[in-house]
């Protein structure tokens, strides 16, 4: 990808993150029906992966981290991963730390995610 689009759209979710942060603190999603509910969840029964996010999210702006941790702890959990990610997709970091990009987000990586990802998503439904 081009530097210039990489700084545009580093530049446009830099512009929306405090926006939708201010969305997720003000309005509580287990309550407000601005949020979309879960398409899985609303045609399943089931929850999914991220089911409960928004609600985490929400916690979490609130400094209530048990409660984040009670509505989705695979998201919160993941979050210094994806913040990572950003730092060396984004960031540069990636330029700087190209072994450590390898490790964490190179093809093995992505199956263990996967495989992670799947295993919570199949233990969140039995459990």
Not at 8 to 27: A, D, E, I, K, Q
Not at 46 to 51: T, Y
Request: glycine share 10%; with cysteine; hydrophobic share 50%.
């Amino acid at each position: 990808m081009k530097k210039i689009v990489k700084r545009g759209m580093v530049t446009l979710l830099l512009l929306l993150l405090p926006v939708v942060l201010f969305l997720f603190y003000s309005y509580d999603p287990a309550t407000d029906p601005f949020f979309p509910l879960c398409p899985f969840r609303a045609a399943t029964g089931l929850e999914c992966p991220g089911c409960g996010s928004q609600r985490a999210i929400h916690s979490l702006l609130h400094l209530q981290p048990g409660d984040a941790l009670g509505y989705n702890p695979l998201m919160v959990l993941a979050l210094p991963y994806i913040l990572l990610g950003v730092w060396l997709e984004w960031l540069g970091g990636g330029h700087r730390y190209p072994r450590l990009q390898r490790f964490f987000f190179g093809r093995w990586s992505a199956l263990v995610v996967l495989l992670f990802v799947l295993s919570y998503w199949i233990g969140r439904n039995i459990f």
